[in-house]
């Protein structure tokens, strides 16, 4: 990719920088695809008997940690979000020939 850049070849460092980040999600998609299976056979897994006194405080108690894992899904979200933009201004863009078709 460097040498590309130097060469002044934006347009395939960028292409390189693309397939890297893609390379990059598809990771990030599987492991949050078997984090989800695994929180989905846990819940699935999980029994609670509303009638009993201790499990009900726990039931309150895990309804209340769920909406603080919300909130931290949430503020990650936004955080990841953030940082992509930010790498994305600082990527350097293309020059204006290396995008146009020779002529």
Same mark, same amino acid.
């Given at each position: 990719?460097?040498?590309? !850049? =130097?060469?002044?070849?934006? /347009? @395939?460092?960028? *292409?390189? +920088? =693309?397939?890297?980040?893609?390379?990059?999600?598809?990771?990030?998609?599987?492991?949050? /695809?078997?984090? *989800?299976?695994?929180?989905?056979?846990? +819940?699935? =897994?999980?029994? +609670? #008997?509303? @009638?009993n006194a201790e499990q009900s405080?726990?039931?309150?108690?895990?309804?209340?940690?769920? #909406?603080?894992?919300?909130?931290?899904?949430?503020?990650? /979200?936004?955080?990841? =979000?953030?940082?992509?933009?930010? !790498?994305?201004?600082?990527?350097? @863009?293309p020059a204006p020939s290396a995008?146009?078709?020779?002529?």
């Amino acid at each position: 990719m460097v040498e590309q !850049v =130097n060469a002044g070849d934006y /347009g @395939r460092a960028m *292409t390189l +920088i =693309n397939e890297l980040s893609e390379v990059r999600d598809q990771s990030l998609y599987r492991e949050v /695809g078997r984090l *989800t299976r695994s929180l989905h056979e846990a +819940i699935r =897994n999980f029994q +609670i #008997d509303p @009638r009993n006194a201790e499990q009900s405080e726990a039931l309150s108690k895990m309804t209340d940690a769920s #909406d603080r894992l919300e909130y931290v899904v949430q503020m990650t /979200g936004k955080a990841a =979000n953030r940082t992509m933009d930010l !790498v994305e201004e600082l990527c350097p @863009r293309p020059a204006p020939s290396a995008t146009r078709p020779p002529s």
